[in-house]
């Protein structure tokens, strides 16, 4: 099969793309090398066919595409944070860009697309396990664009055009996730507890997240490409974790339990509480997460 991974240099898409030749399918990496690195693909560089090109670019996406049997559409700006300060440049980059990318498949006639979303489409949840059905009221710029991404795939599968898939991930952590300002919380602790500096905690500390390996996430995503499923499935574990709770963990399994928290003021656009219902994904893909938050965090660090 050829399949093709846009972000395929970054963080999650470089473990996608390490997956898949493992496989053994044909693979076309489509990177900007924006935020995503050659240096994630050095196991599998001389496996793959790499084109650097931004979705924004219309011309070189309709070449790379050629012969593509499905599309992994991975590339995008992720940052709460950053995308109140730069709303536009995400509206363009994670909306108008999957436009871009479904518009140029269609064009080609790649079969099937899988549009990688977030939970973050849903904002403050009205119940304590999110499932699919559950209504979407963004609280971030980064959230409505991708919200709007989906519309684009629904609307694209509805008019018949393309077999689409949207897999909306929780807090997808692991090897290769990078560090900056905008940074998600495990990297940004890892990081300051890893230099003996206290982790940051925005809030009491008491929001709750979904933390979902990286390498579970590969697995249902590559489920989500062998199957002729078109839906939306929710991309977790189902176990929830408070930032607190986190805190203390990643201290422990660094050896380093006497480093303690600073609290700051919550971030604006930050959801208090998050946890996916993933009994769609575990009906409709075939596959349970394996790997344990303390496995997975081991395994982080030990790769940093």
């Given amino acids: 099969m050829k399949i093709a991974v846009t972000g395929g240099a970054g963080f999650i898409g470089s473990h996608l793309v390490e997956k898949l030749v493992y496989k053994g399918d044909n693979v076309v990496v489509l990177d900007s090398l924006w935020s995503g690195k050659l240096d994630n693909l050095a196991k599998v560089f001389q496996k793959i066919k790499f084109t650097d090109v931004d979705v924004r670019e219309n011309g070189k996406l309709l070449g790379s595409l050629e012969d593509v049997d499905a599309v992994v559409h991975l590339a995008a700006l992720t940052s709460v944070q950053e995308s109140i300060v730069m709303p536009l440049l995400y509206q363009e980059v994670n909306a108008t860009g999957t436009l871009n990318v479904l518009n140029k498949s269609v064009k080609v006639g790649v079969k099937k ?11 403050n949840p009205i119940e304590k396990s999110i499932n699919e059905n559950h209504p979407t009221k963004p609280l971030s710029p980064y959230a409505a664009s991708k919200l709007k991404a989906e519309e684009y795939c629904r609307s694209y599968s509805r008019m018949g055009k393309i077999s689409i898939t949207i897999l909306r991930l929780f807090n997808v952590y692991g090897p ?12 940004q602790f890892i990081d300051k507890i890893k230099n003996n500096q206290q982790p ?11 933390f979902v390996y990286v ?74 997460p394996k790997t344990t938050l303390e496995e997975g965090l081991k395994k982080t660090i030990d790769a940093n």
């Fill in 113 to 123: 697309f899988i549009f990688i979303s977030s939970a973050a489409v849903y904002g």
């Fill in 176 to 187: 290769r996730q990078s560090y900056s300002q905008y940074s998600a919380v495990i990297t």
């Fill in 200 to 210: 940051i905690i925005f809030g009491d500390g008491e929001q709750v997240r979904d």
């Fill in 215 to 288: 390498g579970d996430v590969v697995e249902y995503i590559s489920k989500a490409i062998e199957s002729g499923i078109q839906d939306t499935i929710n991309i977790g574990t189902g176990t929830e974790t408070t930032i607190n709770q986190l805190a203390q963990l990643v201290a422990r399994i660094s050896k380093k339990s006497h480093i303690t928290p600073l609290y700051h003021p919550a971030k604006e656009g930050d959801i208090r509480y998050s946890k996916a219902d993933i009994s769609k994904a575990i009906k409709t893909l075939g596959y349970i």
